[in-house]
């Protein structure tokens, strides 16, 4: 079994700043690309970031140069710093990680966290 578990969510004025982190866990041989996505009321579950395990980063454009995105591989944990907040980042931010659970799997399985609450209050 794999579990993420994420911390960090809270309520946070408008401006301010909050770390959420996702540690995985379990049975996992090497994971590729980690995520963050937000689901708002009534919205879609969008991509706020991604980081291959090379580092690579990628953001959306609503967050890109307030978010920053890191991982630490040897802990399998990935985190996300969340600078000038706004109340439209309100939302449930789940982490998702892409991973290959044996050597000899063929292809990687998608885990994801059980989310963590943002509010954003202006």
């Known amino acids: 079994q794999v579990q993420l578990v994420e911390s960090g969510g809270g309520l946070v004025q408008a401006g301010g700043s909050l770390r959420l982190s996702c540690a995985a866990s379990?049975?996992?041989?090497?994971?590729?690309?980690m995520a963050w996505y937000r689901q708002a009321p009534g919205n879609q579950r969008e991509l706020v970031a991604a980081?291959?395990?090379?580092?690579?980063?990628n953001y959306a454009d609503s967050v890109k140069g307030r978010f920053t995105i890191s991982r630490d591989n040897a802990k399998n944990t990935v985190s996300l710093q969340m600078n000038g907040l706004k109340p439209e980042d309100t939302a449930v931010y789940y982490c998702?990680?892409?991973?290959?659970?044996?050597?000899?799997?063929?292809?990687?399985?998608?885990?994801w966290g059980q989310g963590t609450q943002v509010t954003v209050s202006s």
């Open positions: 379990g049975s996992i041989f090497r994971i590729n690309n």
């Open positions: 980081i291959t395990n090379g580092g690579s980063t």
């Open positions: 998702n990680a892409q991973l290959f659970r044996r050597a000899w799997s063929a292809s990687t399985t998608d885990y």
